[in-house]
C-alpha cells in the first residue's frame, strides 16, 4: 500500500517562501496523480493543485495560481509544492494525496473524492 509523507513545512512570515515535499514509499509514484489540498482550523479542506503522472499537466485553484508551483521530479519518488509570496491566510495543515492515473493529461483541479493515499499533513504557518 503506497504511503506518502509531507515535508518542509514549518512558520515563516508574510511574503516569504517554502517548499513542501511529498515522497511515496514505493519507487510506483510515477504512476499515480498526485494532488496538494490544504485545511485551515474551522475550515472545510481545499484543492489547491494536482500534477499528472508524467508531470506535464497541473491545475491550480485560483486562490494560489501564480503563489504556487506544483512540480514532480519521478527519479526521487517526489512531489513538491513551491510556495511563493505567502500570506496569513495560507496558515493551514497541507496535505498530498495520490491515485493510481497513467493519464498525460489531468483536466480539472481534482477533488478529495478523487484520491486513494494521502499523507499525515505538515503545518504551515504565516505570521509576523
Known amino acids: 500500500q503506497l504511503q506518502l509523507v509531507e515535508s518542509g513545512g514549518g512558520s515563516v512570515q508574510p511574503g516569504g517562501s517554502l517548499r513542501l515535499s511529498c515522497t511515496g514509499s514505493e519507487n510506483v509514484l510515477d504512476m499515480y496523480r498526485v494532488g496538494w489540498f490544504r485545511q485551515a482550523p474551522g475550515q472545510a479542506r481545499e484543492g489547491l493543485s494536482c500534477i499528472s503522472s508524467n508531470g506535464k499537466s497541473t491545475q491550480y485553484a485560483g486562490s494560489v495560481k501564480g503563489r504556487f508551483t506544483i512540480s514532480r521530479d519521478n527519479a526521487k519518488n517526489t512531489v513538491y509544492l513551491q510556495m511563493n509570496s505567502l500570506k496569513p491566510d495560507d496558515t493551514a495543515v497541507y496535505y498530498c494525496?495520490?491515485?493510481?492515473?497513467?493519464?498525460?493529461?489531468?483536466?480539472?483541479?481534482?477533488?478529495?473524492?478523487?484520491?486513494?493515499?494521502w499523507g499525515p499533513g505538515a503545518q504551515v504557518t504565516v505570521s509576523s
Open positions: 494525496a495520490a491515485r493510481f492515473d497513467l493519464s498525460e493529461e489531468v483536466l480539472h483541479l481534482a477533488g478529495e473524492d478523487e484520491y486513494d493515499y
